[in-house]
C-alpha cells in the first residue's frame, strides 16, 4: 500500500502498487483477502478506481462500521503494508467502446468507483465516443472525487444532490426518477449503452427506469452494491 | 420485489471464476424453473446466508447455492437448466 486519500467522511481510497499486475479493463474490481492469525478469511470484492494507464491500481473503500473488511482496509491499514488482491475481475462490468453509440454512466454513492474509472480511460485513450455521467449523491461532502468530478476538464459530468444542496447549486436536487433518466440520457433511439451501479435500490430504480424509457434491456449494464457501499455487513 | 440487502452475479465474480476456470459473469444462464435467459451478472445474489445463494431475477427461482469449506468449493446448480460460457 502506498498511499490513503481521504475522498468523504465515510470513503477513502487506498492506493497500491501491484508487481506484476495485469492491464484491467474499466469497470472491473478486485477480490481483497484478509487472513488472520488463526487462519480466519474473510474476502470483499472493491471496484477498481483507477483508469487502466493509471500507474498504480486505487480502491475507494466505504467504511461499513460493522463490516469485517472495510473497517481495516480504512482504519488500520498503513502505507507499506500488504495485502492479498486477487483480480482483474468480472467482465460484464466492463466498459466497452460502440463506436457511434454514447455511453451513459449512472452512479449513486459509491457506485461511482468503477464509473470514475471508466471516465478516467475515455479521457486518458482520447476516446471519441461521447460520454456522459448522471451521478446521485446526498450532498456535496458524499461526492466521492469531488474535485475530479467538478474540474473544468472533467467532461460531461452532472450532478444531484438528493438531501442538501449547498446556496447556489445550479445541479439537480432530486433522486434519479424516470423524469430525471429521460432528462440527462440520450433517447432510446440513439442506443447508449448504460453502466448503472449503486445500492440495490438505487439501480433497480434506474434501471426500471430506462426500461420504461424504451432502453433495450440488454444494453443497460448494472452492479448492486447491496444495501450502501461495497460490503454487506 | 428485490431485497435491498441482495446484490448480483458480479459479486461473486471471483467466486465463479475460481470453480469454473474463467469469467462466467457475461456466460449466458438459463433459469431451470421459468425459462428466463440472461447474463450471469444479472442474477441475485445472497451471502448473508452461509455460502452464495443465486436466484433467478424474474421468478426468484432458486438456481445455484456454492459453499466453501477451506479450499473446497461446493456447486450445487440444479435450478440451471443450461449455462453456456462466453464465446
New interface residues.
Partial sequence: MLELIEQTARTKSIVFDVPGWGRHRAGQ?V?VRLTAEDGYQA?R?YSIASAPEDRHIELTVERIDDGEVSPYLADELLAGDEIEL??P?????AWEEAPGMPVFLVGGGSGIVPLRAMLRHHRATDSAVPVRLLYSARSLDDVIYRDELTAADAGDVRLTLTRRQPAGWTGYGRRVDRELVAEVCWPAPERPLVYVCG???FV?AVAGALVSLGHEAARI???????TGGE?P | MIDNQALDGNAIAGTLAEVFGGDMTTAIGTCGHCGTRGPVAEVVVYRRAPGVVVRCRVCDGLLMVITQVRDVFCVDALGLAELQAPA
Fill in positions: 474490481h477480490d474476502q470484492s486477487r483480480g475481475i468480472g467482465g460484464y462490468f445500492p440495490t435500490g433497480e449494464r448494472t452492479e448492486r452494491f447491496g444495501p454487506t
